[in-house]
């Protein structure tokens, strides 16, 4: 062997080492680091480690819980009990103006509004001028009047001069006739004039003051509760409201009831209401009346409350929660953690024997924040998952 082999040799015999050396003090720092972690971690030998046993098995559509699972610890069970208890509702509900004390502001013919002599808010009496509209149809109405009038003072005048005259003998009875006849016409259109103007506010039936300007009087007092007119609008539909006057010295609240719950709402049972605009007060009330029919969209009968409100606080649309409590009954019910949702539907675990759940479909009636009614799909003395059982829900 020569000089030069010789000394490669010993150089790969070297590095072979010193690659070995670090290989080691890798692995032992390694070691360090994990006892450092988790001293108490124990080496397990590779041919002894298994994967995680599941903590449910299925059997068809049941679920079955081993008895050394873990799970078993995490599962509280308990029956369903029908006590009887006084439920207090909750539904939603909105303030609303008693429908008998507001009144719809009606033009009763075309024209032009010149003047306007409210806004939406203000509070206005009885007989207060509202508005000035000015219309040729009251013009003429007018005007047919003074006809009217004119045309009964002929009739009478007529019929006097024609009783006259058959006293002498110089007319016959039928002239008498045809004179009373006159008359009789005279007088109602006459009459039917007045009432066209009596109508539209007016009575004027001289020649000389005639006007086509008709003024709009509040007919109740109250407040404008909507305003749909402007100055300078000409009105063309006598349906059309130009404005609303509701009288709110006594409002509603009206509360929406759920098909399933108007049975449990009669007239005279107490209610609380609650609203966001006062969220620290409460107005409490009784039911004044409750509606014969469902609404037909929204499947909800009207229960409404009536309350005093002189110094103006509830107002029209304004949201409101109210409580209602309703004779006590027995009933199922459940505790909320015990619902659990699938697809679609509610649904508890039921559990059949020890060990072994079934999932159940229920329907729900009314609830609070510590109890649910079951309606359907439990009976009493079932048991069932309260917690734990979204641990099931796979």
């Known amino acids: 062997m020569n000089i030069r082999a010789f000394i490669h040799s010993i150089y790969n015999s070297l590095i072979t080492k010193k ?6 003090s890798v692995v032992v720092a390694v070691l360090i680091a994990v006892w450092i972690i ?8 590779p041919a002894k480690a298994t994967a995680d046993e599941p903590m449910f098995t299925h059997k068809g559509d049941q679920i079955i819980v081993a008895k050394d699972s ?13 006590a009887a208890s006084s439920n207090v509702i909750t539904v939603p ?13 009606l033009s009763p013919l075309t024209g032009r509004l010149v003047a306007l002599h409210v806004k939406l808010g203000d509070v206005v009496k009885k007989g207060q001028v509202l508005a000035v ?9 007018q005007t047919d009047a003074v006809k009217a009038k004119d045309a009964l003072d002929l009739a009478n005048r007529t019929l006097v001069r024609a009783k006259g005259i058959n006293s002498i003998g110089a007319n016959a009875t039928k002239d008498i006739e045809a004179a009373e006849s006159g008359r009789v016409q005279a007088q109602a259109e006459y009459e039917r004039a007045q009432a066209r103007l009596t109508t539209l506010g007016s009575n004027t039936h001289d020649k000389g003051s005639q006007s086509a300007l008709l003024t709009i009087t509040a007919p109740t007092s109250g407040a404008v509760t909507a305003l749909n007119v402007g100055s300078g609008a000409y009105l063309n539909d006598s349906t059309a409201a130009l404005m609303t006057i509701s009288n709110l010295d006594r409002i509603w609240v009206s509360a929406n009831i759920p098909e399933d719950l108007s049975a449990n709402i009669r007239q005279g049972l107490s209610a609380d209401v609650t609203l966001p605009a006062y969220p620290d007060q409460t107005f409490h009330g009784t039911i004044d009346s409750v509606s014969a029919v469902l609404d037909a969209d929204t499947r909800r009968s009207k229960a409404r409350i009536s309350f005093a409100n002189t110094d103006g606080k509830l107002k029209p649309n304004m949201f409101a929660a109210v409580k209602i409590a309703i004779a006590a009954q027995k009933q199922l019910s459940v505790p909320p953690s015990a619902l659990l949702m699938n697809n679609d539907d509610t649904t508890v675990f039921v559990e059949v024997q020890p060990g072994v759940y079934k999932r159940r479909v229920v329907e729900l009636g009314v609830e609070d924040a510590n109890r649910v009614q079951i309606l359907s799909g439990l009976t009493a003395g079932d048991r069932i998952v309260i917690r734990g059982g979204v641990l099931l829900n796979d």
């Open 19 to 24: 690659t070995a050396l670090m290989l080691s």
């Open 70 to 82: 873990p799970l078993q610890s995490r599962l509280v069970v308990t029956p369903v009990s029908d």
């Open 38 to 45: 988790n001293p108490n971690a124990k080496a397990s030998s």
């Open 133 to 141: 509209i000015s219309s040729p149809d009251l013009a003429q109405a």
């Open 93 to 105: 509900g909105v303030v609303e103006a008693n429908p008998a004390s507001t009144v719809n502001i």
